[in-house]
Nanobody, 127 residues
């Protein structure tokens, strides 16, 4: 059974940090790209970062560059999203998703391209 499970969300004060995890089971991530998306109440789902599992290439939305860091541990079939200098506007449900890799793949922030999704983890930034 293919499954992605996010964890690591929570309530944090502005300026704080969180590390989100995305653990895969039922398939190996080696031939996929993993994207992190977020969705705030009343807003569309937004892609924030993506990593290609085979070579570690990373991609970031302009809105999060410099504060978000995506990384992977292929042995653990897990992807991480380190979020620093958290802002109230980062409050959202964060999802990870898997997109099948192909030669020439250059990262995607289009949710419809992703094949598998986790259920999300809530991140709330508030004082």
């Amino acid at each position: 059974q293919v499954q992605l499970v996010e964890s690591g969300g929570g309530l944090v004060q502005p300026g704080g940090s969180l590390r989100l995890s995305c653990a895969a089971s039922g398939f190996t991530l080696d031939y996929y790209a993993i994207g992190w998306f977020r969705q705030a109440p009343g807003k569309e789902r937004e892609g924030v970062s993506c990593i290609i599992m085979s070579d570690g290439s990373t991609y970031y939305a302009e809105s999060v560059k410099g504060r978000f860091t995506i990384s992977r541990d292929n042995a653990k079939n897990t992807v991480y999203l380190q979020i620093d200098s958290l802002k109230p506007e980062d409050t959202a449900v964060y999802y990870c998703a898997a997109d099948r890799w192909y030669p020439g793949y250059s990262g995607s922030f289009y949710a419809y391209e992703y094949d598998y999704w986790g259920r999300g983890t809530q991140v709330t930034v508030s004082s």
